[in-house]
Nanobody, 127 residues
Framework: QVTLVDSGGGVVQAGGSLRLSCAASERPFKRYTIGWFRQPPGKEREFVATILSDRKSTAYADSVKARFTISGDRTENVVYLQMNSLKPEDTAVYSC????????????????????WGQGTQVTVSS
């Protein structure tokens, strides 16, 4: 079992920025696809962004493109989600997830495709 720790949430004003982190001490983390999901209050969990094991290839939900950036470094067990120009609609519990290697790597955008999850970190954006 891989343990992920997501952190960096908080309360910010609309238009502000926040940086989330997803960390794990296990070495296989560096070979995993990493995704970020969020669950707004009263809504279902939705895809935000993903980064492949090369820590270069990325994909985003349309709602966060040009505002959020997922990044990581192959030399360390951490992936980030930089969130800029935050909107009240971004308010949610954000969770990172790891997908173990498969025959071929894809931009996994559904929570069913991920194997390990962080505990979640609250992001609140006020208007």
């Amino acid at each position: 079992q891989v343990t992920l720790v997501d952190s960096g949430g908080g309360v910010v004003q609309a238009g502000g920025s926040l940086r989330l982190s997803c960390a794990a001490s296990e070495r296989p983390f560096k070979r995993y696809t990493i995704g970020w999901f969020r669950q707004p209050p009263g809504k279902e969990r939705e895809f935000v962004a993903t980064i492949l094991s090369d820590r270069k290839s990325t994909a985003y939900a349309d709602s966060v493109k040009a505002r959020f950036t997922i990044s990581g470094d192959r030399t360390e067990n951490v992936v980030y989600l930089q969130m800029n120009s935050l909107k009240p609609e971004d308010t949610a519990v954000y969770s990172c997830a790891a997908r173990v290697p498969r025959y071929r790597e894809t931009y996994a955008k559904t929570d069913r495709e991920y194997d390990y999850w962080g505990q979640g970190t609250q992001v609140t954006v006020s208007s």
